[in-house]
């Protein structure tokens, strides 16, 4: 079955650029999406089909996706996007989501 | 402005049969793939299955066997059954609208979830 890989946490300091990977195989050939969860809260879609933004989500998250390897790049990080951080693709004809990143703002 | 919102039973016992419902309020509904996923406690996300406006489903192949996805009746609800459910199915279960696009398929709105304990 396909799997997505996900770092399990990285860290930033506020104002500095947050970078998380996510790997699978092939992973540029498919469309990559990322959800941001704060604790205690439901997913928000950040950024879908690889590198667009939902209406509402601030500019500094940006994402790209090539080889195998999808990234979700948060500039000029804030406290408040101190959360956890999933990419999710369609594989094997079934949504597959990576295990989850937390990014601790310092 | 779409609202999702679950509906469930909150404690089951090993073996029963779970049901969930979430009612959905807002535009273009039927532009949208209807979805139920699931997160245990401290675990990532997993995604059980989606139906369409049109009644077409399609669920996660390893849990097949034991769930059905369904719409209401009006269609402004859709529903979940999980048949002999464990303590593995213990999670937060959320309802979400998503757009499928053939090659990609992503989860632009989602309920709050409503916690489901399986224990005897």
């Known amino acids: 079955s396909y799997e ?6 990285v860290s930033v300091s506020p ?11 092939r992973l540029g050939e498919k469309y990559s999406s990322w959800y941001q969860q704060r604790p205690g809260q439901s997913p928000v879609l950040v950024i879908y089909q690889d590198n667009h933004r939902p209406s509402g989500i601030p500019e500094r998250f940006s994402g790209s996706n090539s080889g195998n ?3 979700l790049t948060i500039s000029g990080t804030q406290a408040m996007d101190e959360a956890d951080y999933y990419c999710q693709a369609w594989g094997d004809s079934t949504v597959v ?3 989850g990143t ?3 703002v310092l | 402005q779409v609202q999702l919102q679950e509906s469930g039973p909150g404690l089951m016992k090993p073996s029963e049969t779970l049901s969930l419902t979430c009612a959905v309020s ?3 509904l039927s532009n949208y793939y209807w979805s139920w996923l699931r997160q245990p406690p401290g675990k990532g996300l997993e995604w059980i299955g989606y139906i369409n406006y049109n009644g077409n489903t399609y669920y996660k192949p390893s849990l097949r066997s034991r769930v059905t996805i369904s719409l209401g009746t009006p269609k402004n609800q859709f529903s979940l059954k ?3 459910v464990t303590t593995a199915d213990t999670a937060v279960y959320y309802c979400a609208l998503g757009t499928n696009g053939g090659s990609y398929y992503h989860f632009d709105y989602w309920g709050q979830g409503t916690l ?3 224990a005897s």
């Open chain 1, 69 to 71: 390897t999808a990234t």
């Open chain 2, 82 to 84: 999980l048949t002999s």
């Open chain 1, 97 to 99: 989501f990576g295990g």
């Open chain 2, 116 to 118: 489901l304990t399986v």
């Open chain 1, 15 to 25: 104002g500095q650029t947050a970078i998380i990977t996510c790997g699978g195989d």
């Open chain 2, 26 to 28: 807002g535009d273009s």
């Open chain 1, 102 to 104: 937390k990014l601790t």
């Open chain 1, 4 to 9: 997505l890989t996900q770092p399990p946490s």
